[in-house]
């Protein structure tokens, strides 16, 4: 399916986008509010400006349908989006960096497992699948998130409307599930600093609604290392209502030994409307993972002379991770008026076992903390927001209020990973203490549009607390809180020069909180709290263009010049416990180009570049070692390329090939060790499909790395034993197959 409105006609900005900013506005997706506009609206003076939709919806209606066919692709119609303003706006006419993956590329060929399948498109963005299923994707925007050890930090993650980070500013990737997909968002640079405790961006992924006849689906993947997935779905609906039911498992060996694991996940989606005026949304998704195999990294020597290695300590402590996650969401929003009013609820729980490979001898595992992770989570929160046309001033003005407010509490227990002789089972307690995390961001966002100028204005207060009550006083007491608060403004300024060419720069404030895990421990001996830790803040300005070119051709490029204060890094690494500190300030600079093409009506390209200068500003000191102003940091590659050609030569065919190059990574603060090389990998895919009455077949087939490539595709940044590198798969193939019947 294709979400794209239908192409822009001539001046700045289409009629379908004209409309989305000047009527009632709901902000889950351009699809929801041609679907839930009703004709009777028409007759309402009040909502005249309603009907434009309407027509839009009526002479395009194949853009609100999930269940149809696309049709061919045109670059030139740039996506709707919401993330950033709000309100559904066409993504050339926001003054600032935001890139859309689609349900065609979400579903050509991909398999449906890892974000990074998809992500890797977005300018300014690094995903790396660690191949560790343990630890979760590397997920890094401008340099932002590239130093977590596991999951995902300093970029927010939601779904649906719905964060999939806590609190705190830790995120799971693995939580998206990517064959609900419809579209992912992602948003970078100054305007996302109005999401609160990220300065990287927000990566958001929308779910599909049910439409058309109702259906049934299956498929099956097989592949390399023992790759298995099985996938069953049903979905549909009419414009009152609509369903999506999807379960899938997925099996691996892994590509390295003691890498293993089992992904179940489920997901269901119910959308209605109560009455002419609103449109609700219930949600329910789930992930569960049993003893998934942590292979752990490599040293260089272990990754030169077996990629496939695993460290010793990994099997003497069989390093596994176990995860039931389990989450529950309402949107819902409706029209006052010519305002809109949208809300959502969310709850959920979280239960973790992790076994470490934390040596029985040292102190962290016999005294403090132990070598077992064990939490269960409750997590809950909701947002109101209030969309209003402001009328009576010139041009057209939109002010958008609102709150966002999200808690997360641990019960955290950690215990010995020995009894006696026996290695990686639980032991003796060592740990347990309940943490909260509370979040309250107010905000206010301002659009206005004034002839060929667009300002975007907008301000966020935000206010995080971390509260600890220890329950384990044998190694003392680590009970204690600490709320940051700060105010994160951002301002964006967009020039149409012409209809296919518009300039624009920003500028914004951003921060970022420490998370749960960098505040575990303190540095030296003393059992506590990092209380000290300071947020990380960031001053962003961003100058960009966004052309189209020749009839067939979208670029979006962008120029960043980012200084951050108190960047958090590592303060000590010892006995397997990881403490951190504030390191003064660090300096980002560099360039994103993105270009879509449609070369031909059977050909399409794209391309996605990032430089990145990523470097400290100022000395600090590091386990008693000095890391020198100028020097990198770790996990930021300088260059960045994805090219992609596609080859479409007739309905129901596609194939595609894929193109990568990463420059070197350095992997520690000093950048003395030896930094993981640079390489290019290129992947092929195929994807056949078939209509039979009111059956629909489909097949694919993929061929990664096919030059069969050897290299590092991952770094831990700062690991203490020295063990900082994760191999890629050589040459992998995958093929699968699916059938789906329609109710007509």
């Known amino acids: 399916m294709d979400s794209r409105p239908h192409p822009e006609h001539a001046g700045p900005r289409s009629p379908c986008a004209e409309a989305a900013r000047t009527g009632s506005i709901a902000a889950r997706s351009y699809r929801r509010i041609l679907a839930a506009v009703p004709d009777s609206r028409s007759a ?4 005249l400006k309603l009907l434009p939709l309407l027509i839009c919806g009526v002479a395009h209606g194949q853009v609100v349908r999930a269940a149809e066919p696309q049709a061919a692709e045109d670059v030139l119609a740039a996506p709707m989006v919401v993330t950033g303003a709000y309100a559904p706006v066409s993504s050339f006419d926001l003054p600032f960096s935001i890139d859309t993956v689609q349900q065609p590329q979400l579903g050509d060929g991909q398999l449906g497992v890892n974000a990074s399948e998809v992500l890797q498109r977005v300018p300014g963005l690094v ?94 993947t097989i592949g390399s290392d023992g790759f298995n997935k099985n996938h069953l779905y049903a979905e549909g609906g009419t414009d009152q209502a609509g369903f999506l039911l999807d379960a899938s498992r997925m099996d691996t060996d892994g590509y390295r030994d003691h890498s293993a694991a089992r992904r179940d996940q489920t997901f269901a989606k119910l959308n209605f409307k109560p009455d002419e005026d609103s449109r609700m949304a219930l949600i329910y998704s789930s992930l569960e993972q049993n003893n998934t195999q942590d292979p752990l990294g490599q040293t260089w020597d272990a990754y030169q002379h077996d990629p496939r290695s695993v460290a010793p300590a990994a099997e003497l402590y069989n390093t596994r991770k176990s995860i039931d996650h389990q989450q529950l969401g309402m949107n819902y929003e409706r029209y006052v008026g010519d305002a809109t009013l949208q809300f959502n609820l969310y709850a959920g729980q979280r239960s973790v076992v992790q076994y470490l490979s934390i040596p029985r001898g040292v102190v962290s595992n016999a005294q403090r903390g132990g070598g077992v992770v064990d939490f269960d989570r409750e997590f809950h929160g909701g947002t109101l927001r209030w969309i209003q046309p ?5 041009g057209e003005l939109t002010v958008t209020t609102g709150v966002d407010y999200d808690r997360s509490e641990d019960d955290r227990k950690g215990f010995q990973n020995f009894s006696g002789d026996q290695l990686g089972v639980k032991g003796e307690l060592r740990r347990n203490e309940n943490d909260i995390a509370t979040s309250l961001d107010p905000y206010v966002q301002a659009r206005w549009e004034l002839g060929n100028w667009t300002v975007d204005a907008g301000l966020r207060h935000s206010t995080m607390k971390m509260e600890v009550d220890d329950h384990y006083l044998a190694n003392g007491d680590s009970s204690g809180s600490k709320k940051y608060q700060q105010n994160t403004p951002s301002l964006s300024v967009m020039y149409a020069f012409t209809p296919q060419l518009h300039g624009y720069v920003s500028a914004g404030k951003g921060f970022e909180t420490p998370t749960q895990a960098e505040m575990a421990y303190a540095p030296g001996l003393t059992e506590s709290f990092n209380f000290g830790l300071d947020p990380a803040t960031s001053t962003q300005y961003e100058i960009g263009l966004k052309a189209k070119v020749a009839g067939n051709t979208r670029i979006n490029a962008a120029i960043f010049d980012i200084r951050t204060d108190d960047e958090i890094v590592v303060a000590s690494s010892t006995g397997g416990r990881t403490s951190y500190q504030n390191a003064g300030k660090t300096l980002r600079r560099g360039f994103e180009l993105g270009v879509q093409s449609d070369l031909s009506e059977h050909w399409q390209a794209n391309l996605a570049y990032t430089r990145l200068d990523a470097t400290y500003d100022e000395d600090f000191v590091e386990s008693g070692s000095t890391i020198e102003k100028g020097n990198h940091l770790p996990g930021v590659p300088g260059s960045s390329l994805f090219g992609e050609l596609v080859w479409k030569p007739q309905d129901g065919i596609s194939m595609g090939v894929e193109g990568q190059y990463r420059s070197k990574v350095y992997v520690e603060d000093s950048n003395e060790n030896k930094p993981a090389p640079s390489y290019a990998v290129f992947n092929w895919r195929t994807r056949f499909e078939q209509h039979v009455g009111p059956w629909t077949f489909h097949q694919l087939v993929r061929l990664d790395n096919l030059l069969d490539r050897q290299y590092v595709g991952s770094v831990i940044v700062g690991d203490s034993n020295g063990r900082y590198y994760e191999a890629a798969p050589g040459r992998s193939w995958y093929a699968g197959a699916g059938l789906e019947y329609r109710f007509d």
Request: glycine fraction near 14%; aromatic fraction near 6%; charge should be positive.
């Open 127 to 220: 995903v790396q699948n660690r191949q560790n299923y343990a630890q979760d994707l590397q997920i890094s925007s401008r340099g932002y998130g590239a130093r977590s050890a596991f999951g995902i930090r300093g970029l927010k993650l939601l779904s649906d409307g719905i964060p999939a980070s806590t609190p705190d500013g830790q995120g799971q990737a693995a939580t998206l599930n990517l064959d609900v997909a419809d579209r992912i968002e992602v948003l970078r640079g100054p305007a996302s600093t109005l999401y609160g405790s990220n300065s990287g961006g927000v990566i958001q992924m929308f779910s599909r609604d049910g439409y058309g006849p109702p259906k049934v689906g299956a498929e099956s």
């Open 390 to 394: 402001v009328h009576g001033v010139p």
């Open 44 to 47: 309402v003076p009040a909502r």
